[in-house]
């Protein structure tokens, strides 16, 4: 058996540099040394703990780790600086927990306007949380007021080994009473040192270091790739959940680039390989727009590889794909209407108003109060609280209005189908009434916040054991953040049949975005009242969240007109750093001039619309605030700020109230696309 070889993120990010021609030579230098083959072979440093081999007659070394069968990758560059990587770095492995740290720091270095994170990774701990680790109240002051990883580990591999790999684990957020256990366990028994090979599969390296697949094809896919083609990135706060056993539905929570996509992606491939291993149906893994479900199946891929066996068991879909399916199951021949039938159904609908309301009003009526609230018939309708609508109606009025939505729906069905709405309604109530078996053992949601009310009864039903009239074991997992509800009003979970009561989680870190833009992200929706989706959750501000990069805080910038913010834009890019760049605006009107003046100077530009791509390629992608979701990009701009109105336009179909927070969030969601640099953008 040849060696077993792992690579760090180190390893990866000096990967990245290199061009095609080099990374061949790397791959061809590991598989033979994977080999064992003559002609590469590792070197003991001089000047440090590592090992090296060389890459193409040496041009290149490669600075690795090895204990045992075991190969850990750290860099690759050329000869001499190399070696002078190695110099300044080291390994350091505390329990199973190894991280590469810089020793000296580099002179050449250029300065960055960085900011650290805050608070630290402690900063959330009570100083009598400490005490359970032996560890006094100066220290906790001092422990709490680390700034990041990087130095608490510095402090870290200063202590006794169970308390550094308890206050190590704090730091990576596992609940203090798992890390009591453990402490106490390894105070009262003598374990074994970790070997470098339980260090590498231990989740507390998952988001550091991860194992080449074997096979000089998948090692070859693995290294030629970027980081996304061969890791989805795995946090050990993140891994905790994926095999969770929970007694019903479980709620996963946390902000943008918290990793909550990923969570359902293993969740999904947990619950089909272990937890539902015996049952026969599928696991749906679902999103509620079609590019989502494109970027997530990508993804599934890249977790699972190309062809594996476990793929055919987990289902990737629209919930609008779910419920034509179960719909079909049922034998009934409910079709989703056409984007230009649903207007022709409600232009028919109104021809029975009588209160002067417009079809915005209507169709906002049917969202609101009818979905809502589950108020099909007029009887409910009639009777129920209308709280957010902006207009109080009388009796006789609300009969009015029910006469069109009634009349709404007669037209629908001689079009011979129903709108989103109306599809998830119908299957939901074939499940309920057992027109239709549910066909999947299991559904893991994500982008929760933006299922509407009957989306989510429609999950209710399909994990409903129909013996108890209860949700089955872990049969549903929700995951999202209220706070990037930009499509649908909030709605209590327990309202549409769903108890998450005692089985609801939070993930704190942010991966993508930097502390400086999370922190001004946070600021804009920080006066918003805690979401359905959080409601039994602090409100904002959790000391435990933060983002795991520092940086530079947001850019303003006013501009005398559109066409001065458009060659701003333009010149930015032409001298950033970073070949890929997202423009928003809050509607496609704003993006016009930015579009324009780019053409113009043949910079790369494209618009996305539609069921486009989910990930910017390089160049300029130019996005309306509502179609960044599930978009990010190392460069954010949002244009036209101005035109992000907090105050609510005469016709919109909802109160004041609920469209400031609506706004609110689209700026949220905007800011939070970004994942190192990010401008907001105004005209007077």
């Not at 030629?224 to 969770?244: I, M, N």
């Not at 969202?367 to 018939?377: F, I, K």
């Not at 190392?634 to 336009?649: E, L, S, T």
């Amino acid at each position: 058996m040849g060696l077993e070889v792992a690579m760090a993120d180190t390893f990866q990010r000096a990967m990245s540099k290199l061009d095609a021609t080099s990374v061949k030579h790397v791959l061809d230098a590991i598989t033979k040394l994977q080999s064992g083959h003559g002609s590469v072979r590792l070197h003991a440093l001089e000047k440090s703990p590592h090992k090296s081999f060389g890459v193409n007659r040496n041009a290149l070394r490669i600075i690795c780790r090895q204990e045992g069968e075991q190969l850990l990758l750290l860099w690759v560059d050329a000869h001499d600086d190399a070696y002078r990587w190695a110099e300044r770095h080291q390994v350091i492995q505390i329990g199973p927990v190894i991280r590469i740290v810089e020793t000296v720091e580099d002179e050449a270095k250029p300065e960055t306007q960085e900011v650290a994170a805050a608070p630290g990774p402690l900063a959330y701990l009570r100083p009598k949380d400490l005490r359970h680790f032996e560890i006094g109240a100066r220290a906790a002051r001092l422990l709490r007021s680390v700034r990041d990883e990087d130095e608490l580990l510095e402090l870290a591999y200063q202590l006794r080994e169970p308390i550094a790999s308890a206050i190590l684990a704090l730091g990576d957020q596992r609940p203090l009473d798992e890390v009591v256990r453990d402490y106490e366990a390894s105070e009262s028994s003598a374990r074994p040192a970790t070997t470098l090979a339980e260090a590498l599969r231990a989740p507390e390296n998952s988001h550091h270091i991860s194992i080449l697949p074997p096979g000089e094809d998948a090692l070859a896919r693995a290294l030629s790739g970027s980081l996304e083609d061969w890791q989805v990135f795995l946090h050990p706060s993140q891994h905790r959940l994926v095999a969770k056993d929970v007694a019903g539905p479980m709620r996963i929570t946390g902000g943008p680039g918290t990793g909550k996509t990923v969570v359902c992606l293993h969740r999904a491939r947990h619950l089909a390989e272990s937890t539902f291993a015996e049952d026969a149906r599928p696991i749906l893994l679902t999103v509620f727009s079609k590019p989502l479900a494109k970027r997530i199946r990508a993804q599934l891929v890249q977790l699972c590889g190309e062809g594996a066996p476990v793929l055919d068991r987990i289902s990737v879909r629209t919930v609008v794909g779910v419920a034509q399916d179960i719909l079909r199951s049922a034998g009934r021949d409910d079709v989703f209407l056409a984007r230009e039938d649903v207007p022709a159904a409600w232009e028919e609908a109104m021809q029975k108003e009588t209160l002067g309301f417009p079809r915005s009003f209507y169709a906002a009526e049917r969202q609101e109060v009818l979905a809502r609230h589950d108020a099909w018939t007029e009887t409910r309708y009639l009777g129920q609280s209308r709280s957010g609508r902006g207009s109080r109606l009388s009796r006789k009025q609300r009969k009015a209005v029910w006469a069109v939505l009634e009349a709404f729906e007669a037209a629908c069905r001689r079009r011979g189908g129903v709108d989103r709405v109306g599809l998830a309604r119908e299957a939901a109530r074939v499940l309920a009434s057992g027109e239709a078996v549910a066909p999947y053992a299991a559904v893991v949601v994500d982008e929760a916040q933006d299922c509407s009310p009957v989306d989510l009864r429609l999950f209710a039903e399909l994990v409903r054991d129909p013996s108890t009239g209860e949700a089955r074991a872990n049969a549903l997992t929700l995951a999202g953040d209220g706070y990037q509800r930009i499509f649908e009003r909030p709605v209590p979970l327990t309202h549409c049949g769903i108890d998450i009561r005692g089985r609801s989680w939070r993930l704190h870190l942010n991966y993508r975005t930097t502390e400086p833009i999370r922190r001004e992200a946070i600021a804009v929706i920080q006066s918003l009242p805690p979401d359905a989706l959080h409601e039994d959750e602090p409100a904002q501000g959790d000391p435990r969240d933060r983002s795991l990069r520092g940086g530079a805080p947001p850019i303003h910038e006013t501009f005398p007109d559109d066409a001065a913010e458009a060659a701003w834009v333009a010149d930015r890019y032409a001298t950033e750093d970073a070949d890929t760049w997202l423009v928003l605006a809050r509607t496609n009107d704003g993006l016009d001039a930015a579009e324009a003046e780019l053409t113009r100077r043949a910079i790369p530009s494209r618009r996305l619309t539609g069921d486009d791509e989910t990930m910017p390629r390089p160049g300029v992608a130019l996005a309306t605030l509502h179609r960044a979701k599930g978009l990010e990009a190392p460069r954010v701009v949002i244009v036209g700020a101005q035109r992000v109105p907090m105050r609510k336009p005469p016709d919109a179909p909802m109160d004041a109230e609920a469209w400031r927070q609506q706004e609110m969030s689209l700026m949220y969601v905007g800011m939070t696309r970004a994942r190192d640099w990010c401008a907001v953008t105004r005209v007077k």
